[in-house]
């Protein structure tokens, strides 16, 4: 069966650090891959989708920015957080050429 | 544009009642709906989902939707709700047009009385 990985679960960073987020999937091979951002009380928000390695296409501009190194691990990163990057982050996949998406268990992340 | 409307931002149901989760959309063809469930601090779980057949979807947990293409509605039941079912449900439609996207509701947060 098919997991998905998200790691760290929380993340505590000062404002202008870098970050990295990852993401990977087992169980599969080349799936859509995508991210999204949950800010509090909030629905999600797209912010990026892979449909293979090295093929990412943002949906929101903003200082954030993923890569898919191999076929089954997604990465979030940003040079310089800013206090609106707090949120919690979800990755999510799906088989190539299907809409059902399923979800690893996030990660929250809180700027100061 | 497609749109996913959930009107309701929260909901307070009894233990045991029913409940009824509204979601509406706009798009021009029959579309691919789904209904996730996010428990606090959480992922998104799978409720169910309706591609094509029978409007009336089965899903885990004992909910079940209804497709209703004269209304553009998909709305979540479960006959007895309990009180792990507190959670925030998520409607979504599929984006047809662009890699298997979802366009994703606001969010109904499920709030359950003892």
């Known amino acids: 069966s098919q997991t998905i990985h998200q790691w760290p679960a929380t993340l505590v960073q000062p404002v202008g650090s870098p970050l990295s987020l990852e993401c990977t999937v087992e169980g599969t091979s080349n799936p859509n891959l995508y991210w999204y951002r949950q800010a509090a009380g909030r629905g999600l928000q797209l912010l990026f989708y892979?449909?293979?390695?090295?093929?990412i296409s943002s949906e929101v501009p903003q200082n954030l920015s993923a890569s898919r190194p191999q076929d089954r691990q997604f990465i979030l990163s940003s040079k310089k957080l800013l206090l609106s990057d707090s949120g919690f982050y979800l990755c999510?996949?799906?088989?190539?050429?299907?809409?059902?998406?399923?979800f690893g268990p996030g990660t929250r992340l809180l700027v100061l | 544009a497609q749109s996913v409307t959930q009107p309701d931002i929260h909901i307070t149901v009894s233990e045991g009642a029913s409940l009824e989760l509204r979601c509406n959309y706009s798009y021009g063809a029959t579309p691919y709906l789904f209904w996730y469930v996010q428990s606090p601090g959480q992922g998104l779980q799978l409720l169910l989902k309706?591609?094509?057949?029978d409007t009336l979807v089965q899903g885990i947990k004992g909910f079940e939707a209804e497709f209703k293409r004269s209304q553009s509605s998909f709305n979540l039941r479960k006959p007895s709700v309990h009180w792990s079912d507190a959670a925030e449900y998520f409607c979504?439609?599929?984006?047809?047009?662009?890699?298997?996207?979802?366009?994703w509701g606001a969010g109904t947060k499920l709030i359950i009385k003892p």
């Open positions: 999510a996949w799906s088989e190539d050429n299907q809409e059902t998406q399923y």
């Open positions: 979504a439609v599929g984006r047809m047009d662009s890699n298997y996207q979802l366009i």
């Open positions: 309706y591609f094509s057949g």
């Open positions: 892979s449909v293979g390695i090295g093929q």
